[in-house]
Structures are given as C-alpha cells and as structure tokens.
T-cell receptor, first 115, second 114 residues
Framework: DQQVKQNSPSLSVQEGRISILNCDYT??????FLWYKKYPAEGPTFLIS?????DKNEDGRFTVFLNKSAKHLSLHIVPSQPGDSAVYFC??????????????FGQGTILTVHP | KAGVTQTPRYLIKTRGQQVTLSCSPI?????VSWYQQTPGQGLQFLFE???????NKGNFPGRFSGRQFSNSRSEMNVSTLELGDSALYLC?????????????FGPGTRLTVT
C-alpha cells in the first residue's frame, strides 16, 4: 500500500522554464512534508519542507505547495537550471500512534533540465 | 561537521550469506534510520533507532535487523541473503527521533547479491 505516490517517473524541462513535481498521499495522519534531491552515488539531500498547517513555503527558486483537501503537494522550481537535474523524492512524516515520526517516501521523479 | 558515513560503500555477497552494514551519524545526532532503495520503489523504511532503542519499524521480514550503540553508531544486519535484497541501503541521522524535521543521509552501501 503506497501511502506516498509520485506518479511521474520522469520529467524533462528546458533551462529557464518552470519544473513542477507532484506528489499525492493517502494518510491523513501525515503532518509534515519534505522534498529531497538525490544525485547518483550520493545520499538524498534535504531541499525544502512544509508543515500541514501551511499551504505554501518558499526558499529561493524552490516553492512547495500543499493542498490538504486534495492530499496533494507539489514542488516548483523556477527558473530551472541544468544543475537541478537529479531524482526528487517527496516524503511525509507520520503523526499517528506508534508510527509517530516515521518518514514515508515516494518512488521518486527523475528531473532532467536541458540547456 | 562531518556528515553521515556508511561502510562499506560497495559489497558483493552470495545468496544465503549474511551481511552487516555500518552507519556513523553526524556528531550529536541520536536518531538513525535505515532505508532500502530499489529502482521504482523509492526509499523503503526499514527501521529507526533512537538512544539504542528501536522506535519504528517498516514492513520487512525478520531477516533484517539492526542495533544502535551508545555512541549512536548503528549497524544493520541481513541474514540469509536473497537476490531481491540487492539494493542501495541508506542510513540517515537526525537530532531527535519522533521530531524529525529533516534527516541527513549518508552516501549509502550498494549491496549486490549473486
């Protein structure tokens, strides 16, 4: 049972344009959401996060939007740069019962930014 | 501050063998989580240790086990290896378990089972 889903395995974008990565979740006990970026041969690195009490968080070129009613979050990268090419994972923190604090990750989306 | 380190980085084992992977968290971090990454499956949570106690556990068989030492270093053990255990094993540390705002990942151990 995949509680966090990234339905697009890959995304290709032109340099300078906007990249939009999407993530859906099913567990209403998730209270905190994070995005990680992963380059080959490296571990994931934290990018940006958002609490469930907010609907938007911005950090430079990166903005995360949360739609709680739709159980959907998205990561916007504007403008996209070739160095942004990586695998992006969304993750959700469980605030429920014995699973409190556990992070559940999506399958990842491979972003390719073409010069 | 040194990052999360994992040893070894690469490992080749045969079916039926067992393997132990090691993770040293960032200094001061008391929580260590382990994940398995396979193509198309993303990061699958294995377990989390905090102050030498397992706090959370994922849906993996009992062949997968772990422990944490008093210096917060953690080991993960897989017994009776199967071909499907071939994966990248990542550990991540954070300041305190249960209040995870962000985890810091190591580079991973690439395990190949033949």
């Amino acid at each position: 049972d995949q509680q966090v889903k990234q339905n697009s395995p890959s995304l290709s974008v032109q340099e300078g344009r906007i990249s939009i990565l999407n993530c859906d979740y099913t567990n209403s006990m998730f209270d905190y959401f994070l995005w990680y970026k992963k380059y080959p041969a490296e571990g994931p690195t934290f990018l940006i996060s958002i609490s469930s009490i907010k609907d938007k968080n911005e950090d430079g070129r990166f903005t995360v939007f949360l739609n709680k009613s739709a159980k959907h979050l998205s990561l916007h990268i504007v403008p996209s740069q070739p160095g942004d090419s990586a695998v992006y994972f969304c993750a959700a923190r469980d605030a429920g019962g014995t699973s409190y604090g556990k992070l559940t990750f999506g399958q990842g989306t491979i972003l390719t930014v073409h010069p | 501050k040194a990052g999360v380190t994992q040893t070894p980085r690469y490992l080749i084992k045969t079916r039926g063998q067992q393997v132990t992977l090691s993770c040293s968290p960032i200094s001061g971090h008391r929580s260590v989580s382990w994940y398995q990454q396979t193509p198309g499956q993303g990061l699958q949570f294995l377990f989390e240790y905090f102050s030498e106690t397992q706090r959370n556990k994922g849906n993996f068989p009992g062949r997968f086990s772990g422990r944490q030492f008093s210096n917060s270093r953690s080991e993960m053990n897989v017994s009776t290896l199967e071909l499907g255990d071939s994966a990248l094993y990542l550990c991540a540390s954070s300041l305190a378990g249960g209040y995870v705002y962000e985890q810091y990942f190591g580079p991973g151990t690439r395990l190949t089972v033949t």
